[in-house]
């Protein structure tokens, strides 16, 4: 993919940042019903959109660019954004939900823009330099939110940068802040 629609596709990614925040200030229930909203939302445009070639060529018209080549016949990173919020404000309290989802948001942003950008060491398909630039993110978000605790947030922040890292055929957009939110979950406080 060419730089223009990697960095088209981070300012995306980062503008979901309005997920876990916005879920931050408004009350539980009302954020979970957004959420399951907008989810329903994007999978039904992703149903069409595979399932209608007139659709799908109109798509691909505006948004061509930003489309990995993956997601051309399968659901796209939002809606695997929105699936894994959606999961991620059900199974855990606020503060680790908000930081598994900003993990995903900030810590995969930094790690493709500073991996392409600066990436000699590769590990996997990936850069050592992305990854460092990943957990460095993450750990500055952990330290944003104070409920989290050092401990926390430094094992989800590794944990984020992990499964980032490895090559596993399951979408990061779900991976991620599943896997750093049970972590985070799992560790006391």
Known sequence: MRWFGEIGRKAIHLSALSIPVGYYFLDAGLGRAILALLTALSFLIDVVRLNQPRIRTFFFIFFGR??????????????????????????????????????????????????????????????????????????????????????????????????????????????IPLASGFVMAMTPA
């Open 66 to 175: 930003l489309v990995r080549d993956h997601e051309r016949h399968n659901l796209l990173g939002a809606t695997y954004l929105l699936l894994s919020s959606l999961i991620c404000v059900h199974a855990f309290p606020k503060p680790i939900a908000v930081a598994a989802l900003a993990f995903l948001i900030v810590g995969d942003s930094a790690a493709a823009l500073v991996g392409r950008a600066f990436g000699r060491v590769r590990i996997f398909d990936k850069s050592l330099e992305g990854s460092l630039a990943c957990l460095v993110a993450c750990l500055a978000i952990g330290a944003l939110i104070p409920e989290l605790g050092w401990t926390r947030t430094l094992l989800g922040a590794l944990t984020a940068t992990l499964i980032e890292l490895i090559p596993v055929p399951l979408d990061d957009n779900l991976r």
